[in-house]
């Protein structure tokens, strides 16, 4: 596996080779990013994974600074997957060139996080273009866990007609059912242990929870998962996958969206 930490480098490396699978991500490398990566393999053998923990897509400082970074363990886990290329890129890297493209933000961007995190999709657009202009690949790879965020790439990429596919790729979790998430390092016992009855009882209940959209069935839901021992829910919504908007009557092909906190972690999961 070959590192880059300069884009210039990198770019003479990349010059000739297409096919290009390429795979962002901020780091703390689990099995959510391995999986990535093993369906990365079926398609190409130019992989190219980045790690980049973006400043633009937090709301504040602090949040930037204690996410979580693991860069040793990271280049271990990754070398033995035999991809090709790591790229670390520096800010001036990403941010010192005029893109081609503008950054597309549609208006579901308003939504789920985008309520409570109001300039983290324009940060997230706005570094995923410049990695496509950097290294322009023909596939990149992103999972559902973070589905807002994938819709939101693939409206950017089809809006401005740029030739890379999207390849969705499905929430790897842990025995207890919690979506693997670098963030989940921070939580302690007890709080993976009420991570996973959010998701069992989510689980269980999802034709209910979908179907039942009144007032008071919401209130009942959020005081149930507060029961738990949940610190606070920041949205808990059912939204069709296709139409972006409330669940059909039937709740097919639609996903309960969640974002909530445990302590100061804020953990976002659909299902
Ligand atoms: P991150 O490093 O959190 O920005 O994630 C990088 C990529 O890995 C994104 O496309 C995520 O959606 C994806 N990802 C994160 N967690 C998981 C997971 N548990 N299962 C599958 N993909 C994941």
Redesign the pocket.
Known sequence: MKIFKNKIELLNELSGLNNIAFI????SIHD??L??IKKAKKKSVNIIVSIYVNPKQFNTTKNFQEYPRNIKKDITLLKKTKIKYLYLPKYKDIYSFKTKLPIYLDHFSKKLCGKFRPKHFYGVINVVNRFIEIIKPKLIF??F??FQ??SLINLHINKNRILTKVIG?????DKNGI????RNKKLNKKQLHIASKVFKYLKINKKDILLKNKRKDKLDLKKKLLSFGVTKIQYLEGLNLKTLKKPLMSGKKSNIFIAYYLGRIRLIDNL
């Open positions: 962002p991500t901020m780091g959510g990013h999986s990535l992103l999972g866990k973070d965020q994938l790729c499905s929430t790897i979790r979506a693997l998430s670098s």
